[in-house]
């Protein structure tokens, strides 16, 4: 497969003030489309070159391959990344199912956004603050640079990019309201639903 940049399912300025127009035009434009530039590069030649996007994440992980880790990996998480947010999207109020699992798997929203925001504060570095299903139950990890939750055997469901780029124009150093306002006033939970369901 080649990987293509998709438009974003919003306008430039439709998560603000959350998240600017001129963060979205640097992170989608330039930097997803970089991934998608250097990951085509990398994937030419390449056996995995006709695999889906899971399937590369996993085999390149499992090959120790960075470069495909890191440019496909960030593909696959952006692809999300953008369908994660919504003007208006945050708070507790989520289809059912899937805030029944938050309660009996994490105990319930606030601590599930509590554990979620330190998860992304405390992943030292570039990385992703993650909610995923690892054997049927949902859990919060977090990853290093561009690995996601499919290379450590689990399936996404909701991530929050941490690298600089994805809130230093609006947010400073300031990641932890950053992943505040994240999870208060951005996430798309119909989204997550989706994924959610496939997952388990």
């Not at 489309?33 to 250097?38: F, G």
């Not at 120790?64 to 369908?83: P, R």
């Not at 689990?154 to 947010?171: K, M, N, Q, R, T």
Request: glycine content about 10%.
């Amino acid at each position: 497969m080649t990987l293509e940049l998709p438009a974003l399912p919003y306008d430039y300025d439709a998560l603000a003030p959350y998240m600017s127009r001129e963060t979205l035009e640097f992170h989608h434009d330039k930097h997803h489309q970089a991934y998608v530039t250097k990951g085509n590069e990398l994937l030419e030649g390449s056996p995995l070159k006709g695999k889906s996007l899971e399937e590369i994440c996993k085999a390149a992980y499992d090959e120790k391959n960075a470069g495909l880790i890191n440019n496909v990996g960030q593909h696959y998480n952006h692809l999300h990344f953008w369908q994660w947010m919504k003007k208006g999207g945050g708070g507790s109020k989520m289809p059912g199912a899937l805030e029944k699992a938050i309660n009996s798997d994490l105990g319930g929203f606030d601590k599930f956004k509590a554990d979620f925001v330190a998860a992304g504060v405390g992943q030292f570095g570039s990385g992703w603050a993650w909610l995923a299903v690892k054997n049927g139950k949902l859990e919060i990890m977090k990853t290093p640079n561009g690995e996601n939750p499919l290379m450590h055997g689990a399936s996404p469901v909701l991530g929050c990019d941490v690298w600089e780029h994805s809130y230093y124009i609006d947010y400073r150093n300031a990641r932890p309201k950053y992943l505040e306002a994240f999870v208060d006033n951005l996430i798309n939970w119909d989204h997550v639903a989706e994924m959610y369901e496939k997952a388990v």
